[in-house]
């Protein structure tokens, strides 16, 4: 049984107002989302931040898992939570986004948060990955080992390699999450930063403006990167879900 770096374990917070499933991204782990994990849980929110599979051990674990196995988990859990607690929100970054996104267009979900998601991936060589997968498994990232080591000693985790395969069966996800934006109803909350350098910043634009939520709000970011839960702004992110959240739990008392 792989071991789970304890980086990138998952976290549980009970509480007594709506209950926040974080999802994190494609390579990443719960750490990217730990801190605003623990911002909600001080204002009294329920938070569950699950692991994907395939995550948090190895680029090799990870190069045997496919979107569906990811989503799984996501549903799962989001159909655990909502047995116990109302309202489950999904909150999720970069991909995580977009798993959120499908887990609405299929459950019809109370609201839901979609930071720095791709609908189009800021590298172009991502898309040549069908036919690279057929010549090699991994792909380096630009990295230093110096700095994920620091990053590491910092509590966070992630792959400094990416499995090919699975980064097929991502853009395989996003296909497809692209086609049910118009099926979704409800509330959104979309942030994305102009700095962005591994999705491309019209990614948010599209969702935006496909979603059929009567009820959506898209907010820019100007000096964050990627990961805008972790960046200089994570404050104005942190305060921006915490309105929304309050939003969706104030109409369903209402309600």
Same mark, same amino acid.
């Given at each position: ?10 976290f549980?917070?009970?509480?007594k107002?709506a ?8 390579t ?7 801190v ?5 849980k001080?204002?009294?929110y329920?938070?569950?931040?699950i692991?994907l599979?395939?995550?948090?051990t190895?680029p ?8 569906p196995?990811?989503?799984?988990a996501?549903?799962?859990e989001?159909?655990r939570?909502?047995a116990i ?18 887990l609405?267009?299929?459950h ?15 590298? !172009? ?8 997968? *057929? +010549?090699? @498994?991994?792909? =380096? ?11 590491l000693?910092?509590g966070?985790?992630y792959?400094?390699?990416?499995p090919?395969?699975p ?7 996003i296909?497809?999450?692209?086609k049910?934006?118009?099926?979704i109803?409800a509330?959104?909350l979309i ?11 019209r990614s948010?634009?599209y969702?935006y403006d496909?979603l ?11 000096k964050?990167g ?7 702004? !994570?404050e ?7 309105? *929304? +959240?309050q @939003?969706?739990a =104030?109409?369903m008392?209402?309600?």
């Amino acid at each position: 049984m792989a071991i789970v770096h304890r980086n990138a374990q998952p976290f549980f917070y009970d509480g007594k107002k709506a209950m926040c499933l974080l999802v994190h991204g494609f390579t990443g782990s719960p750490s990217d989302m730990r801190v605003l994990g623990e911002y909600l849980k001080g204002k009294g929110y329920g938070v569950s931040c699950i692991l994907l599979p395939g995550h948090g051990t190895s680029p090799e674990d990870m190069e045997k898992t496919a979107w569906p196995q990811w989503y799984r988990a996501v549903e799962d859990e989001y159909l655990r939570l909502k047995a116990i607690y109302s309202p489950v929100i999904p909150i999720g970054l970069s991909m995580g986004g977009i798993l959120s996104l499908h887990l609405a267009a299929q459950h019809g979900v109370p609201g839901l948060v979609a930071l720095s998601s791709p609908i189009f991936i800021g590298n !172009r060589k991502a898309y040549l990955a069908p036919l690279l997968q *057929f +010549i090699y @498994k991994y792909h =380096g990232k630009p990295v230093a080992v110096e700095q994920w080591r620091k990053e590491l000693e910092e509590g966070h985790f992630y792959y400094t390699t990416t499995p090919v395969k699975p980064l097929v069966s991502l853009l395989a996800l996003i296909r497809m999450v692209k086609k049910e934006l118009s099926q979704i109803k409800a509330p959104a909350l979309i942030m994305q930063s102009w700095k962005d350098g591994t999705v491309n910043p019209r990614s948010a634009q599209y969702i935006y403006d496909n979603l059929s939520s009567d009820d959506k709000e898209l907010i820019w970011l100007e000096k964050s990167g990627h990961v805008i839960t972790l960046g200089q702004e !994570r404050e104005q992110v942190f305060q921006a879900v915490e309105k *929304f +959240i309050q @939003k969706i739990a =104030g109409n369903m008392e209402v309600h």
